[in-house]
């Protein structure tokens, strides 16, 4: 287990309009606004893009991840942490559930998605920690560690 201590810091609302992707918006306004870390929640709608629904081989030594489409109008409802990676640029790793008509996906936004509507996000600053995204050999996916 990795670790580190912090305490919240600013808390920011934003309302994101419609068509415009996330994660991208949520990283260029953390970048903008000196936000190094933080907590971000999601709930709104999402009319399109894609999600990562799993790998196709849980075994295997490389992850080969299954995109899942998002097609039409959903809600949302997504959870993520901010962190900034080796290069010091803050990126979004956020998990959603996405629903229609009964029907839900779930997955990382991280291959992005376009609000429908409105999405509102709220940030939490977290201030103190030393964690960042730094890549993984084995897995080859970008892991929180110590900086």
Partial sequence: MHYS????GRIFTLRLEDGERVPD?????AAEHAVKTGLC???GGIGGGNIVAGPRDGD????DPI???VIGAHEVLGMGTLFPNEAGEPVLHMHA???RDG?????CIRPGLDVWLVGEVMILE?????????????????????E
Wanted: charged residues 25%.
């Fill in 97 to 99: 559930a996405l629903g």
């Fill in 126 to 146: 977290i201030l103190g920690t030393d964690m960042l995204r730094k890549k993984d050999a084995k897995s080859g996916l970008a892991l929180l560690a110590k």
């Fill in 5 to 8: 201590e912090g305490k919240i």
């Fill in 67 to 69: 995109l899942h489409p």
């Fill in 25 to 29: 918006c949520i990283e260029r306004f």
């Fill in 60 to 63: 295997a030594p490389v992850i």
């Fill in 103 to 107: 029907d839900t996906r779930t997955g």
């Fill in 41 to 43: 929640v999601l709930l």
